[in-house]
């Protein structure tokens, strides 16, 4: 078997110095941008978060030279949307430099910041769909680079600066060099009311031309304010744009034809002939929907649900109420009324205890990997798969093993535990007989704890069976984990009595509990041990034991609950005329 560890060997290398920062950059370029399946998401993980760290370290004009650089494969479209995030040259560079399938384009240009996808205009080689896709997202100006910034120490002015030097490095050459057929030129004005220009421009190339329109806009612009977002941008006198927000709800006025034509100033540009009713075809016959009933009869619209397709703003779907309006002679004039989102049902955001829960299952995720390993490890010694090996080794190899599947076992309890205390986990439905159960659990643990003359009673209990609404592999595994944590704690000679009752919808188990736990003020946080290694329940003691058992009852509409000197395992009581049923 061969293993491409590169990416680890990559990650552990120290960069303490510039070229050491430099040269890992160059290695994880080159290892990201060749898409590889299997590699491990921890290390891939590891990996966006040291280019993050690099990009703080190295400048945004060297990292995207080392982008442009030829000699490495750039076809993973992961990479090319983190670097978009990064400075608009970065940026640049990389949109400019990849080579992805038509269907890693389609994928990855939503998820393009809006600065970002502009470059792709700088290309020409991208599929038919790609272009049209960029037409659909209203993609049709280029993108602009940041013009090359001014050492501290050059007083050479800007204008004798860009005449002599033309082109500056930020601008990708290999990439203008690949699209000569590319127009930058702007529409006549856009940048005169801010941006004077030298009356040497005519001599000077038109790119050369439009780098210094850009640079002198810029300058102007950062004298009056320091501008914190670099990204690129139209010269268009620089007004921000309030970010879109969904509307929640606006009022309205609509005509006699069902047509929108006055509503609130915020939402006005986006609704204003919109019609509440579509437009009936000739001779088309179908059900016609709540809000066509009520508006043909001239009736309210109350909570009638209705679709609006545009703007981010304004599509989805709403609840409308409205009242008819009527003119001084009795004529229909239209509605009145308003739109609202419908009420949000649930709360996507996670409670902190289901955010605590995940970081458990992430961690147990983790462990797990380890863990297997060294099982698997051992395994392979002990059954001499690979060739023989010392008894000695066997043996070790052996208890190693069993150790880790202990482990593994607890592991699988504590997320079980996670999963039942978010409610992201229920217990199968089903019918189990808890008289039967009870009595079959109390004598295979009465067998073992009989040579310390321990045991567990079960007092006769009513007639009539038992019956719960829970899945009998469910049934068992709660039951055996309540009863052999009490059994475990069992001190010699000590015997415990344990009865079953029926409370109304509900069966009760009462069971005494051991001297070791009843001395416990919390049972459900004691780190009692069990009494020597015949019986237990669990890896992480009595208290964590009962915790879970506890979840596990009242995910099946139960509990578990302590009262002095015993505990009351209760579960739902299976319907009597269902039993019966199912019996027949």
């Known amino acids: 078997m061969f293993f491409d560890d590169r990416l680890a060997t990559v990650l552990r290398q120290r960069t303490d110095s510039d070229l050491g920062q430099r040269t890992q950059f160059r290695q994880l370029l080159d290892i ?167 009356e040497t421009e005519a001599e000077r190339s038109e790119i050369s031309a439009l780098v210094e329109r850009i640079a002198q806009f810029r300058r102007t612009r950062e004298e009056v304010a320091e501008d914190a977002d670099r990204s690129p941008r139209l010269p268009l006198g620089e007004v921000t744009q309030p970010k879109s927000r969904k ?160 482990v593994l076992a607890g592991f699988e309890e504590l997320d079980r535990l996670a999963k039942l205390e978010t409610g992201t986990l229920d217990l199968e439905t089903g019918e189990t007989d808890l008289g039967a159960l009870v009595k079959r659990t109390a004598d295979q643990l009465t067998q073992v704890l009989s040579p310390r003359m321990a045991g567990l009673e079960l007092e006769d209990a009513e007639t009539g069976a038992f019956v719960v609404s829970l899945d009998t592999d469910d049934a068992e595994t709660l039951l055996w984990r309540f009863l052999a944590t009490l059994a475990g704690g069992c001190a010699t000679g000590e015997v415990l009595k344990a009865r079953l009752k029926r409370r109304g919808h509900l069966i009760a188990l009462t069971c005494d509990l051991p001297s070791q736990l009843a001395m416990e003020e919390d049972i459900f946080a004691a780190e009692a041990k069990p009494i020597g290694s015949a019986i237990n329940a669990g890896l992480f003691g009595a208290g964590f034991a009962l915790r879970l058992a506890r979840a596990e009852a009242a995910s099946a509409g139960g509990h578990l609950q302590r009262d002095n000197g015993t505990v009351t395992l209760t579960l739902p009581k299976l319907n009597g005329d269902a039993f019966m049923h199912n019996l027949a």
């Open 247 to 406: 509307a929640q709800s606006f009022g309205f006025v609509a005509d006699a034809a069902g047509r929108i034509e006055w509503a609130e100033p915020e939402v006005a540009a986006m609704v204003i002939g919109t019609r509440l009713i579509s437009q009936p075809e000739m001779g088309a016959i179908g059900q016609e929907s709540p809000l066509e009933h009520a508006f043909a009869r001239r009736q309210p619209l109350l909570s009638v649900s209705k679709t609006l397709a545009g703007a981010g703003a304004i599509e989805g779907t709403w609840i409308v109420d409205a009242q008819p309006r009527f003119t001084d002679d009795g004529s229909f004039a239209g509605y009145v009324g308003r739109f609202r989102r419908p009420a949000q049902t649930e709360d996507d955001t996670p409670s902190p205890a289901q955010q605590e829960a995940d970081k458990i299952r992430q961690l147990l995720h983790e462990l797990r990997t380890p863990v297997t390993a060294v099982q698997g490890y051992a395994e392979v010694i002990q059954q001499q798969l690979f060739g023989p090996a010392p008894h000695e080794y066997r043996a070790l190899a052996a208890v190693i093993a069993a150790d880790a599947a202990h």
């Open 32 to 198: 990201l941008g060749n898409r590889k399946y299997g590699r491990d998401p921890s290390l891939v993980a590891a990996a966006w978060l040291r280019m993050s760290a690099l990009a703080q370290e190295i400048p945004s004009a060297d990292r995207a030279f080392m982008i442009r650089e030829r000699g490495w494969r750039f076809r993973n479209a992961e990479l090319v949307a983190h670097l978009a995030e990064h400075e608009s040259e970065v940026a640049s560079a990389a949109l400019n430099r990849a080579t992805l399938t038509e269907d890693d384009w389609a994928d990855l240009i939503p998820r393009l910041p809006v600065r970002a996808r502009g470059f792709l205009r700088l290309r020409k080689d991208l599929p038919v769909n790609v272009e049209e896709l960029l037409d659909q997202l209203g993609v049709y100006d280029r993108g602009l680079p940041s013009p090359m910034q001014a050492g501290a120490g050059d007083e050479t002015p800007p204008a004798e600066r860009f005449a002599t030097e033309g082109v500056p490095s930020t601008f990708p050459d290999r990439a203008l060099d690949a699209h000569e057929d590319f127009d930058p030129t702007f529409g006549d004005g856009a940048l005169d009311q801010d941006a004077p220009i030298d």
